[in-house]
């Protein structure tokens, strides 16, 4: 069974720097696509940044240049780092795997609690 287990999170101060790791284990190809996501108390859950097997990246508008979203296909893992962190930035941070693939879909993690506040 394909798991993916998010770690990392935590309580920060605004302007400080968080590093969540997503490893995935049971996977029976590679990874097509591996995307971070967040849901903030009363919205809805949104994108943060994907990045594709060839290493192509993706980012909302509202992390560019803050966050960067990079994988170690050696190691099973993608990470988020994260800088510059503000207060709206406080979420449930969730990994995705997407495998684009016959008989195989889309798998999320449990998540992880990020907060950003003095």
């Known amino acids: 069974q394909v798991q993916l287990v998010e770690s990392g999170g935590g309580l920060v101060q605004p302007g400080g720097s968080l590093r969540l790791s997503c490893v995935v284990s049971?996977?029976?190809?590679?990874?097509?696509?591996m995307g971070w996501y967040r849901q903030a108390p009363g919205k809805q859950r949104e994108l943060v940044g994907v990045?594709?097997?060839?290493?192509?990246?993706n980012y909302a508008d509202a992390v560019k240049g803050r966050f960067t979203i990079s994988r170690d296909n050696a190691k099973n893992t993608a990470y988020l780092q994260m800088n510059s962190l503000k207060p709206e930035d406080t979420a449930v941070y969730y990994c995705?795997?997407?495998?684009?693939?016959?008989?195989?879909?889309?798998?999320w993690g449990q998540g992880t609690q990020v907060t950003v506040s003095s």
């Open positions: 990045i594709r097997s060839s290493g192509t990246t």
């Open positions: 049971g996977s029976p190809i590679s990874i097509f696509r």
């Open positions: 995705n795997a997407d495998y684009q693939a016959v008989g195989l879909g889309s798998y």
